[in-house]
Nanobody, 129 residues
Framework: QVQLVESGGGLVQAGGSLRLSCAASGRTFSRHAMGWFRQAPGKEREFVAAISWTGTSIGYADSVKGRFTVSRAIAESTLYLQMNNLEPEDTAVYYC??????????????????????WGQGTQVTVSS
């Protein structure tokens, strides 16, 4: 089991920045591929960013490329999402997710919700215009 707790959300003006954190506990953090998803009111949850369990591959949704950066601190068992130049359309609850990595998936990152085994409770990000 892996427990995930997001933090860092809040209210920010358009053009501002926030850094989300996802603290992991339980099984070895370094052996899990991680992802960020978000869900806006009235919309389905969507992929934002992901990183392979080795940290060698990263992917982003087109809507956040060039503005968001995913990273992780192994020693702290924490995943981060640096969000710059925020737009009102980024308003959503942001979730982190994890799935165990394997020797055959060293460069794989995952963009589908169904590909993850563990989820956090989410943190609200609100961007005002």
């Amino acid at each position: 089991q892996v427990q995930l707790v997001e933090s860092g959300g809040g209210l920010v003006q358009a053009g501002g920045s926030l850094r989300l954190s996802c603290a992991a506990s339980g099984r070895t953090f370094s052996r899990h591929a991680m992802g960020w998803f978000r869900q806006a009111p009235g919309k389905e949850r969507e992929f934002v960013a992901a990183i392979s369990w080795t940290g060698t591959s990263i992917g982003y949704a087109d809507s956040v490329k060039g503005r968001f950066t995913v990273s992780r601190a192994i020693a702290e068992s924490t995943l981060y999402l640096q969000m710059n130049n925020l737009e009102p359309e980024d308003t959503a609850v942001y979730y982190c997710a994890a799935r165990p990595g394997t020797i055959t998936s060293v460069t794989a990152y995952y963009t589908g919700q169904n590909e993850y085994d563990y989820w956090g409770q989410g943190t609200q990000v609100t961007v005002s215009s």
